[in-house]
């Protein structure tokens, strides 16, 4: 793990902001192109800066060699709580509206594009064993599945414990014997994955949500009833979000950080 200095103490702020140059990074993923600079997996600041590489055999026998995950960081373990303090159903839906969408978005600075707040995307590099998956920079496409959203009830929290895992585009064009030929038969492999990162203890964040008070699945009101805690529900019909409706928290991996949702 790379040294990182302790960054001052910073006083968790909510407040709104929307990135429309990372909304339109994130959504070329949906095509399975990384659209965006990306850049080596292994430079970016905030990362614990390991490099190592494994290889891979590709379809006509050349070597691939696909960056494997950085090991965790056991200290970076974080509390990311979204708690509704409003005397209504709260509902958090994605800020992006791409492949593999997820409730909570995460931002780092000077990771670019930014990194996925996920356990484990669609278009990761590796599967948790370190396998490659070749398909996922090959023949990924976007499904008709819905959207994630999860709806909160009134004075309910939606709690994450984090484990400090995120995940950055690279580009394997350039990587030795990384060409869509020899990994994908064919030349229409975009070649970019999802790189596992591990930020460091002390590393700070952004962790947003977007939120609103309205029932996102109107034809089915139903859908949205949520009488106690948090309860999951699915959307097939979203646009992107006023950025007014967006709340953002920034912290410091390796503590807690809490977005609170106000009258």
């Known amino acids: 793990m790379a040294a990182l200095r302790p960054p001052p103490i910073r ?45 891979a055999s590709t379809s006509d026998g050349e070597i691939c060699s696909v960056p494997e995950d950085e090991p965790l960081d056991p200290m970076a373990t974080t509390t990311i709580v979204v708690r509704n303090d409003t005397a209504t159903v709260q509902y958090l839906l994605p ?71 995120a995940f950055s585009w690279v580009h394997l064009l350039g990587f030795p014997g990384c060409t869509p030929e020899s990994v994908c038969g064919s030349p229409d492999g975009s070649l970019s994955c999802l790189y596992g990162a591990s930020l460091s203890a002390g590393t700070p964040f952004t962790v947003a949500a977007h939120v609103t008070g309205t029932c996102p699945t109107p034809e089915t009101p139903e859908a949205c009833t949520c009488d106690a805690g948090t309860c999951p529900i699915s959307v097939y019909d979203l646009t992107a979000p006023d950025p007014e409706r967006i709340l953002s928290v920034d912290g410091i991996v390796g503590q807690s950080a809490e977005i609170v949702i106000t009258p």
């Open 95 to 165: 800020i992006f509206l791409t492949c593999d969408s997820e409730v909570l978005s995460l931002e780092v600075e000077d990771l670019s594009p930014q990194p996925r707040f996920t356990d484990r995307p669609a278009l990761a590099c590796r599967d948790e064993d370190g396998t490659v998956r070749a398909d996922a920079f090959c023949s990924y496409g976007c499904s008709d599945a819905a959207y994630p959203g999860t709806a909160l009830a009134p004075g309910a929290s939606l709690t994450i414990d984090w484990d400090g895992r």
């Open 11 to 55: 006083t968790i702020r909510r407040r709104a902001s929307f990135s429309t140059a990372a909304f339109l990074l994130a959504a070329a993923a949906c095509t399975g192109s990384a659209g965006g600079d990306g850049g080596s997996a292994g430079d970016d600041a905030g990362s614990t800066g390991a490099s190592a590489t494994a290889a």
